[in-house]
């Protein structure tokens, strides 16, 4: 591994490069923390991805692209003579420092989720104390992640399940009250709007409900339905490369030997 100085130098190459490439390359010259965005949202997700497949390599390289990212907005923001990278790290560090009194200063915080506890009234207290508890969870967060740091907030308030398995009497309540609006479902172009609209709302407030029982089992479930997703995706696959050495499309099977490649894909690809 590298010495801090070594690390120190590679910054400080990358930051060089992007001073040319700010200067000479047209695309570089033209960006914008607005045209930026989208691509930096992509860049992210392809973190996460090499994340998911536990890949050393592309973890590298997406990272290296995240922190391209993260030094080209913080030229920009030199150039508009508001703050630079030094700016951005100096309050990284205090604000890591300040957050973290139970290693900088005298508070006592022995497990994790005192540390959480911690975090949230440090967080509340940085913003004069008058803002709402789930005011920090970003509106453009993808639906699912939000629904999870909403409960977690809100259990950091104290406002949770005294114990996991309580939950599941919610979960049950939530499939019943979806399970009365969808026996009036009787296809998308005979069933009313409010039909729809409680249809979508009960449907709601079950995935909310099956967020918060993995929350409270210790599983994000973000993590877990990608990890379905590409479960599913493998079999899939399978099934569909199965039929085509068969010479048939997926199709012109009948349900029943579309389910039996599917049940030999659990043991073929797992």
């Not at 690390?7 to 923390?33: F, I, S, Y």
């Not at 992640?145 to 949770?160: L, M, S, T």
């Not at 398995?165 to 479902?185: H, L, N, Q, T």
């Not at 099934?239 to 099977?253: M, S, V, Y």
Request: charged share 35%; aromatic share 8%; glycine share 6%.
């Amino acid at each position: 591994m590298h010495s801090r100085q070594e690390k120190l130098e590679a910054l400080g190459r990358v930051l060089d490069v992007l001073d040319t490439l700010r200067v000479k390359c047209p695309w570089d010259a033209k960006q914008t923390n607005e045209s930026l965005r989208p691509n930096t949202v992509e860049e992210v997700y392809e973190l996460c991805d090499a994340l998911i497949k536990d890949d050393d390599a592309e973890i590298k390289k997406e990272l290296g692209d995240v922190l391209l990212h993260v030094f080209f907005y913080a030229k920009i923001g030199e150039e508009k003579e508001l703050f630079d990278v030094a700016d951005v790290c100096d309050a990284l560090a205090a604000k890591l420092i300040y957050r973290h009194p139970h290693v900088y200063g005298n508070i006592e915080a022995d497990t994790a989720h005192q540390v959480e506890l911690n975090w949230e009234q440090i967080k509340l207290k940085e913003k004069g104390g008058n803002r709402s508890i789930l005011a920090g969870v970003p509106s453009a967060l993808p639906a699912l992640i939000k629904a999870y740091r909403i409960q977690e907030k809100a259990a950091n308030a104290g406002f949770d399940w005294e114990k996991a398995s309580d939950v599941w009497a919610k979960v049950r309540e939530e499939i019943g009250e979806f399970s009365a609006e969808a026996e009036k479902f009787s296809g998308k172009e005979d069933t009313s709007p409010e039909n729809m609209v409680r249809m979508e709302e009960e449907m709601g407030d079950l995935i909310f409900s099956l967020v918060n029982a993995s929350r409270l089992y210790g599983i994000h479930p973000e993590n877990a339905l990608e990890r379905t997703n590409k479960k599913f995706i493998k079999r899939f696959n399978h099934i569909e490369e199965c039929a085509n050495r068969q010479g048939r499309r997926l199709k012109d099977l009948t349900l029943d030997e579309m389910e039996a490649l599917w049940q030999q894909s659990k043991q073929d690809v797992g």
